[in-house]
C-alpha cells in the first residue's frame, strides 16, 4: 500500500506537484490558507485537512511548499502546527527554499519527536513542476532520503542528496545566485537587440543555442516576446530568496556584487507594483 502524502502549500508550483502524485497513484491530503486554492485539487480525489497539525496526523509523509520562513516557523513550529500532530516513524520534507538555519532547527526537532526531516528546496518554476522535471537539492540523513526518493522522483528528475541539514537549502541558494546575474545578461541582451532594431526572435534563434544559452534565455525570454508576465516564480520570492544568500554570505565574510545589484534591481521593480510578476519582468526596469 503506497503511503499517504500530505501536502502543505498549494501555490503556483504546489498545486501541479500533488497532481502528479495524484496521476502516479499516491493519496494525497492537503492544506492551504486559502482553501478556494485546493478547490480543484479536492474535485480531482485529494482530501482536505483543516490545519498542518491535521495533516501531520492523517499522512505518513508530509511535504511542505509554502512562501516564506516564517511561514515555514509558523507551519512547524506554531499552534496547530505540524510539531503538534505529527507521530514517531513519520517524514516531513520541506520543499520551501528557506534558510539553512531554520533547516537545521526542524531537523533537531524531528529527531526529537523521532521523526525524520529533510530539507528539499527544487529549481525548474511552473514548467519543471507541471512536467515533473523539477531539480531538487536534499540536505538532512542519506538514509532517511533514500526511503522517500521514490516519491520525489515523481516531482523531479535530478535529485541529488547534498549533506547535512541545511545543504538542500545551501544548493538552492548557489541555484538563485547563478539565476540573478544570468537574468540580468537575458535582460540586458534584449533591451540592447530592440535598441539596435534587431528582430528579437531572431537574436533569441541565434544565441540561445551556442554560448550565451540558459534555461531562463530559452524559457523565460520567450514569455517576454509575448508579453507574458505572469509567474512561474514570484519577483518577490526571488527577493527573499536573494536576501537569505546575502545573509549567509555575509556570516561567511563573502561578498557577492553580481548578487546584491540583482537585489537591487528586483526592489525597484518591487517598488513599481512588479512583484507579482514573474522574474521575467525585469526586461521593465529599463522603462
Not at 72 to 90: A, H, P, R, T
Not at 245 to 267: S, V
Request: proline letters at 3%; aromatic letters at 8%.
Amino acid at each position: 500500500m503506497r503511503e499517504k502524502i500530505g501536502f502543505i502549500g498549494i501555490g503556483v508550483m504546489g498545486k501541479s506537484m500533488v497532481r502528479n502524485l495524484m496521476k502516479e497513484g499516491f493519496p494525497v491530503v492537503v492544506y492551504t490558507r486559502t482553501k478556494e486554492k485546493a478547490a480543484d485539487l479536492v474535485n480531482e480525489g485529494a482530501g482536505w485537512k483543516d490545519s498542518p497539525k491535521d495533516v501531520a496526523e492523517s499522512a505518513d509523509i508530509i511535504i511542505t511548499m509554502v512562501g516564506y520562513p516564517y511561514d515555514v516557523e509558523n507551519v512547524y513550529f506554531g499552534e496547530g502546527g505540524i510539531f503538534s500532530g505529527v507521530s514517531k516513524g513519520k517524514t516531513v520534507i520541506d520543499m520551501t527554499t528557506s534558510t539553512p538555519t531554520l533547516a537545521k532547527k526542524i531537523f533537531t526537532e524531528a529527531r526529537k519527536l523521532e521523526i525524520a526531516a529533510l530539507d528539499a528546496p527544487v529549481s525548474g518554476g511552473d514548467i519543471g513542476a507541471k512536467n515533473g522535471t523539477l531539480s531538487i537539492m536534499v540536505g538532512g540523513n542519506e538514509q532517511d532520503f533514500n526511503k522517500v526518493q521514490p516519491i520525489l522522483s515523481v516531482l523531479g528528475n535530478n535529485i541529488v542528496f547534498q549533506g547535512e541539514a541545511g545543504a538542500g537549502q545551501h544548493t538552492k541558494m548557489c541555484n538563485q545566485i547563478a539565476i540573478a546575474s544570468n537574468m540580468i545578461g537575458v535582460t540586458e541582451a534584449l533591451v540592447y537587440a530592440r535598441k539596435a532594431g534587431l528582430d528579437p526572435e531572431k537574436m533569441l534563434t541565434s544565441i540561445s543555442t551556442g554560448a550565451a544559452g540558459s534555461w531562463s534565455l530559452s524559457n523565460l525570454i520567450p514569455r517576454v516576446l509575448k508579453e507574458d508576465y505572469t509567474p512561474g516564480f514570484f519577483i518577490k520570492h526571488f527577493i527573499k530568496d536573494m536576501g537569505i544568500a546575502l545573509d549567509e554570505a555575509k556570516r561567511m565574510e563573502l561578498e557577492l556584487p553580481g548578487l546584491e545589484l540583482a537585489e537591487r534591481m528586483y526592489k525597484t521593480l518591487a517598488k513599481k507594483g512588479e512583484e507579482n510578476s514573474g522574474t521575467q519582468a525585469l526586461v521593465k526596469y529599463w522603462e
